[in-house]
């Protein structure tokens, strides 16, 4: 009943409703009132849930696209040492989580990612064999890419980034192997 008459609802109707809502005099109409009144706050109810609806579908697939360009240049930044893997990795996994729980899944459970993604999400960090071998091949890229663009303020930015990155790296906590070892035993 109720699905049909919503949708029934027309411009056409508006007066009438009006009209009902303000001056419902006879005692026969008032059914029809209430059936109205009924009819229009469920109407605008089910407009606002279709709405919100459609914007946390686009939202959720704006966060998977998202999670999925960030998982290919992680891929990427493992080969390419001027791509950080590890933040487009938390990237990745802070979208998936909001935009789909199955690709959130498959990320953590993946056996090249998921100890990484699983040991971080956990608080417990990261180990320091990473952290080291990061901060290495981070320096030994942007050296490289210092020495060759010539240019000051691009020089000085790199090294801030750098910087920048070394001290987030270092702040992170470092996960004890041993510790690490048996919880998973």
Not at 24 to 31: E, F, G, K, P, S
Not at 75 to 88: E, K, Q, R
Not at 103 to 121: D, T
Request: overall charge positive.
């Amino acid at each position: 009943m109720a699905r049909d008459q919503v949708n029934a609802l027309s411009i056409q109707q508006l007066p009438r409703i009006r009209d009902c809502l303000l001056f419902a005099a006879r005692d026969q109409d008032r059914m029809q009132c209430r059936l109205y009144a009924w009819l229009v706050q469920n109407r605008l109810t089910i407009l606002l849930l279709r709405a919100l609806g459609n914007k946390i579908i686009q939202m959720k697939i704006l966060l998977i696209i998202i999670g999925s360009v960030a998982v290919v240049l992680a891929i990427l930044g493992i080969f390419l040492p001027l791509l950080p893997t590890t933040p487009f990795l938390l990237l990745a996994s802070a979208c998936y989580l909001r935009g789909s729980k199955r690709m959130h899944r498959r990320l953590l459970n993946n056996r090249v990612f998921g100890e990484y993604l699983r040991n971080f999400e956990a608080g417990r960090g990261i180990p320091l064999k990473a952290k080291i071998t990061a901060l290495i091949l981070m320096w030994a890229s942007l050296s490289f890419s210092i020495y060759k663009v010539q240019i000051a303020p691009l020089q000085f930015m790199l090294a801030m980034i750098g910087i920048g990155v070394t001290i987030f790296l270092l702040k992170m906590k470092t996960l004890d192997m041993e510790s690490a070892d048996t919880r998973h035993s």
